[in-house]
């Protein structure tokens, strides 16, 4: 067991190395190879009606005039040790972990995004033990109520979901239960710590919202292996042995459909807690999307690939809780590891 987790944590880090890589080749080297030169790709960083001074100081304050392997250098010291950039007389420091500094905003980007990530992280979090939840439970009923009414409610309300995409939902669901009906409060972001009530009051109808789209997904997927999974020989010599019918279901059934749920949970994480960019754009929260949104409006290069490569690091890291999660799953995970 522990070799394994050994074996997972240093495949996370070599990822990681990996994922830090493929990003700055996309903000710094494939530009070089669709024929930009070193002002244009300074330009990208200035943002909108930049002026020769101020591309030739960017030029000069990012190294771009300088060989591919030092840029990368300078961008990993960056990150791990912090940076210093120029302005005329006076020397800018960004602290480790230096993910990019925006010449628009004049703001470190590491900063701006931690005082983002609680808005962000309480909304992952909260739709994520809804659709995780919500999704298996009626997944599972799905199958072993399998053909009656509640199956095809259930599975022609997923299947809804599934198709509408958040931004559609969103609407009604302001329009409607907040606007007109008055049945949830306006959605806004109260720190947990200041008011645990009007956090969860202000969050509520973005969680449903969120948790709708990818609840809709976990139903049809749990149902589908919940279906293949009752049809196994083990389950029949289970119920042969005279186990209860719960049993059955939640311990032999359930367990191992929830592998291919925790692989796909992980990924969905991962990704919205590397910014909901629209359920935030739609509800008005000021949260890493909502921050990445602007940043694109406003061509702010380096805000941009700092998001971008703060929400891969959360995909990764994601992916190897759920690979550590694996073995409490599925024991034959620490037979073959």
């Known amino acids: 067991m522990l070799t394994y987790i050994l074996r997972r944590l240093g495949a996370g880090l070599l990822l990681l190395a990996v994922v830090t890589m493929v990003t700055f080749a996309i903000f710094y080297v494939v530009p070089r190879w669709a024929g930009r030169t070193t002002e244009q790709l300074a330009t990208m ?143 806004r972001y109260v720190p947990l710590t200041e008011d645990p009530l009007a956090w969860a009051q202000g969050m509520l109808l973005p969680w449903l919202t969120l948790a709708f789209l990818h609840a809709a997904m976990y139903a049809r997927q749990t149902r589908a292996g919940m279906l293949e999974t009752l049809n196994e020989d083990y389950i029949r010599t289970a119920r042969a042995k005279g186990l209860s019918e719960r049993r059955v279901v939640l311990k032999h059934a359930l367990r191992p459909t929830l592998t291919p749920i925790v692989t796909i949970f992980g990924l969905d994480l991962g990704l919205v807690l590397g910014g909901a960019v629209l359920t935030e754009q739609v509800f008005s929260l000021n949260g890493i999307g909502r921050y990445a949104v602007q940043a694109i409006t406003q061509s702010d290069l380096p805000v941009i690939l700092g998001v971008t490569l703060f929400g891969a690091f959360f995909i990764v890291i994601c992916n190897l809780l759920v690979d550590l999660v694996y073995p409490l799953i599925d024991p034959r995970v620490r037979i073959h590891n």
């Not at 420091?93 to 962000?120: D, H, K, M, N």
């Not at 995780?132 to 199956?151: N, P």
């Not at 599934?162 to 239960?177: E, Q, R, W």
């Open 45 to 187: 960083y200035v943002g909108r009606a930049p002026t020769p001074e101020a591309i030739q100081a960017t030029i000069e304050r990012l190294g771009l005039d300088k060989p591919i392997v030092v840029q990368f250098g300078e961008f990993v010291r960056g990150i791990f040790l912090g940076a210093q950039y120029q302005f005329g007389r006076d020397t800018i420091e960004c602290a480790a972990p230096c993910f990019g500094y925006s010449f628009q905003t004049y703001q470190e980007v590491f900063p701006e995004i931690l005082s983002r990530l609680p808005v962000t992280a309480s909304l992952a979090l909260g739709a994520g033990v809804i659709w995780l939840v919500g999704g298996v439970a009626v997944g599972v009923i799905s199958a072993v109520w399998k053909g009656s009414l509640f199956d095809r409610l259930a599975m022609g309300v997923a299947l809804a979901g599934v198709s509408l995409p958040i931004f559609f939902t969103g609407l009604l669901a302001l329009a409607f239960l907040v606007h007109s009906w008055g049945l949830f409060a306006t959605p």
